[in-house]
């Protein structure tokens, strides 16, 4: 069975969005993913879509979202906030997990892509843990 991962960060522009597609990316057939913001910017970050875009992935495809878009799809199996605190309300999960990941919105492409990169090990991780 599927696993559904939920990853929010307060604008939905970065962090959840590159999140998501590396779940996607990495965990193929064996995950759902969904991305949502606490205060959605209503766009994909340009650095963002660029960062993905040298891994192989079409992030223009996405859209920003509010929790209210994606709360149909609960429960999920995780709920990953990016260090939002408490700007994240509850979602219906098995588990909640907060990484505390820097916003990488007004950084330099090099800062940037380390946070991408970053972003992937703890995606790798994360599917390990679920037995994706």
């Known amino acids: 069975m599927k696993k559904k991962l939920l990853f929010v960060c ?7 969005q ?11 057939e064996g995950v759902e993913a969904y991305s949502a913001g606490s205060k959605p ?11 993905m875009k040298e891994l192989g992935y079409d992030l223009s495809t996405h859209d ?21 605190g408490d700007a994240c309300p509850w979602m219906p ?3 909640f997990i907060d990484w505390q990941i820097p916003d990488p919105k007004h950084m330099e492409p ?20 679920l037995g994706v």
Do not use: H, Y
Request: net charge positive; with cysteine; aromatic share 6%.
């Open 41 to 51: 910017s209503g766009i994909v970050n340009p650095k963002a879509i660029a960062a």
């Open 110 to 129: 090099e800062e940037f892509n380390k946070v991408r990169d970053f972003i992937r090990d703890k995606i790798k991780g994360l599917l390990t843990e």
């Open 93 to 95: 999960a098995k588990r």
């Open 10 to 16: 307060i604008e939905n522009s970065n962090r959840s």
């Open 64 to 84: 920003s979202k509010s929790l209210d878009e994606v709360k149909a799809f609960a429960p999920f199996d995780a709920v990953v906030t990016m260090g939002c």
């Open 18 to 28: 590159m999140s998501q597609a590396f779940a996607i990316m990495l965990g193929g």
